[in-house]
C-alpha cells in the first residue's frame, strides 16, 4: 500500500537531486534544468497531497505552478541567449561584473 | 501491488533521469534525460488520480517547455562537453540534501499535525477533468486568467528579446550608446 509519506520521500529525494543541481553546476541552462526538476518535485507533492486528502486544491496549485513554469522557460530562455549574443559564454561566473 | 509496483518503477527511474540531468557534463545528454524524466513524472500523475495534470505535464513540459530549450540549444554550442569549475563538493552535497529535506518537512508538517479539511472536496460521480473545470472556471478565475496574462506577456517578451534584429547584438548597441552619452 503506497501512502502519503511514500510520496513525500520520493518528492525530498528530488528536490534534493533538483538543489545539488543548483548549486553545483556553473552552466546557466544546467541551472535552468534543475529548477525545471525543483518546480516538478513540487508537483508531484501537490497532487500526491491532492489526492490523499480528497482534495482538488493541490492540483490547481500544480496546474498554476506549470504555467509559471512555462512563461519562466521563455522568458529566461531569451534573456540567456542574449547574454550569450554579448558575452559568448553562459558561464554564472561571467555574470560576475563586480571586481572584488 | 500493481499501484506499488507501478510507484516504485516510477520512482526509480524519474529519480536516476534527473540525476543523470544533474551530473552530466553533456548538455544534450542532459536534456534528453530531462524529457523523460518529465515524461515519467506524468505516470505519478496518472497514478494519483489526476488525469488532467498528467495530460498537462506531457503537452506543456515535454512538450513545450523542451522544445523551448531545443530550440534555444541552437544559440549555444553543444558538442562540447560543459567546462565548469566546482570546488567544495561535500559542502554542496550536504547543503542541498539538508535543506531540501528541511524544505519538505517544513510544508509537510501541517499535513500531520492539524486534521485538515478539504475545501473543494472531488465528486465521487464526476470524472477529474469536470470537476477541476468546475472548480476553476468557478472559484480559481481571475488565477487563471492572470496566468493567461502573464503567459501572453512571457511570450512577447520572448519574441522580444529573442528575435528582434538576430544579426546585431541589442544589449551590445545599447551599451555603445551609453558610453557616447557619457
Same mark, same amino acid.
Given at each position: 500500500?503506497?501512502?502519503?509519506?511514500?510520496?513525500?520521500? =520520493? =518528492?525530498? /529525494?528530488?528536490?534534493?537531486?533538483?538543489?545539488?543541481?543548483?548549486?553545483?553546476?556553473?552552466? $546557466?541552462?544546467? $541551472? /535552468? /534544468? !534543475?529548477?525545471?526538476?525543483?518546480?516538478?518535485?513540487a508537483?508531484?507533492?501537490?497532487?500526491?497531497?491532492?489526492k490523499?486528502?480528497?482534495? +482538488?486544491?493541490?492540483?490547481?496549485?500544480a496546474? /498554476?505552478?506549470?504555467? =509559471?513554469?512555462? !512563461?519562466?522557460?521563455?522568458?529566461? +530562455?531569451?534573456?540567456?541567449?542574449?547574454?550569450?549574443?554579448?558575452?559568448?559564454?553562459?558561464?554564472?561566473?561571467?555574470?560576475?561584473?563586480?571586481?572584488? | 501491488?500493481?499501484?506499488?509496483?507501478? %510507484?516504485? %518503477? %516510477?520512482?526509480?527511474?524519474?529519480?536516476?533521469?534527473?540525476?543523470?540531468?544533474?551530473?552530466?557534463?553533456?548538455?544534450?545528454?542532459?536534456?534528453?534525460?530531462?524529457a523523460?524524466?518529465?515524461?515519467?513524472?506524468?505516470?505519478?500523475?496518472?497514478?494519483?488520480?489526476?488525469?488532467?495534470?498528467? &495530460?498537462?505535464?506531457?503537452i506543456? *513540459?515535454?512538450?513545450?517547455?523542451?522544445?523551448? *530549450?531545443?530550440?534555444?540549444?541552437?544559440?549555444?554550442?553543444?558538442?562540447?562537453?560543459v567546462?565548469?569549475?566546482?570546488?567544495? #563538493? #561535500?559542502? @554542496?552535497?550536504?547543503?542541498?540534501?539538508?535543506?531540501?529535506?528541511? @524544505?519538505?518537512?517544513?510544508?509537510?508538517?501541517?499535513?500531520?499535525?492539524?486534521?485538515?479539511?478539504?475545501? *473543494?472536496?472531488?465528486?465521487?460521480?464526476?470524472?477529474?477533468?469536470?470537476?477541476?473545470?468546475?472548480?476553476?472556471?468557478?472559484?480559481?478565475?481571475?488565477?487563471?486568467?492572470?496566468?493567461?496574462?502573464?503567459?501572453?506577456?512571457?511570450?512577447?517578451?520572448?519574441?522580444?528579446? &529573442?528575435?528582434?534584429r538576430?544579426?546585431?547584438? @541589442?544589449?551590445?548597441?545599447?551599451?555603445?550608446?551609453? #558610453?557616447?552619452?557619457?
Amino acid at each position: 500500500m503506497i501512502t502519503l509519506t511514500h510520496y513525500l520521500v =520520493v =518528492v525530498g /529525494f528530488m528536490f534534493a537531486i533538483g538543489l545539488v543541481g543548483i548549486l553545483r553546476r556553473k552552466n $546557466l541552462l544546467m $541551472l /535552468f /534544468f !534543475s529548477t525545471e526538476i525543483l518546480l516538478n518535485a513540487a508537483n508531484v507533492g501537490f497532487a500526491a497531497v491532492s489526492k490523499f486528502y480528497m482534495d +482538488l486544491t493541490g492540483q490547481m496549485v500544480a496546474f /498554476f505552478i506549470i504555467a =509559471v513554469a512555462a !512563461s519562466e522557460v521563455a522568458v529566461g +530562455l531569451g534573456l540567456l541567449v542574449l547574454w550569450y549574443k554579448r558575452t559568448g559564454s553562459i558561464d554564472l561566473d561571467s555574470l560576475q561584473i563586480m571586481k572584488g | 501491488m500493481y499501484e506499488a509496483v507501478a %510507484f516504485y %518503477f %516510477f520512482s526509480a527511474i524519474t529519480l536516476g533521469m534527473f540525476s543523470v540531468t544533474v551530473l552530466s557534463r553533456n548538455a544534450l545528454y542532459a536534456m534528453s534525460s530531462l524529457a523523460g524524466g518529465m515524461v515519467f513524472i506524468s505516470g505519478f500523475f496518472f497514478l494519483l488520480d489526476a488525469e488532467f495534470l498528467g &495530460v498537462v505535464q506531457i503537452i506543456v *513540459y515535454s512538450g513545450a517547455v523542451m522544445a523551448l *530549450y531545443t530550440f534555444g540549444m541552437m544559440f549555444f554550442d553543444t558538442t562540447r562537453d560543459v567546462q565548469e569549475r566546482i570546488t567544495g #563538493k #561535500k559542502t @554542496i552535497y550536504t547543503l542541498a540534501i539538508l535543506s531540501a529535506l528541511l @524544505i519538505v518537512i517544513i510544508v509537510a508538517a501541517p499535513l500531520w499535525g492539524a486534521h485538515l479539511e478539504a475545501i *473543494y472536496p472531488m465528486g465521487a460521480a464526476s470524472s477529474n477533468v469536470q470537476s477541476l473545470g468546475l472548480v476553476m472556471f468557478t472559484h480559481y478565475l481571475i488565477p487563471f486568467e492572470l496566468s493567461a496574462v502573464m503567459l501572453l506577456v512571457a511570450m512577447i517578451s520572448g519574441i522580444v528579446l &529573442v528575435s528582434r534584429r538576430m544579426d546585431s547584438s @541589442i544589449t551590445l548597441s545599447e551599451e555603445a550608446d551609453l #558610453k557616447e552619452d557619457l
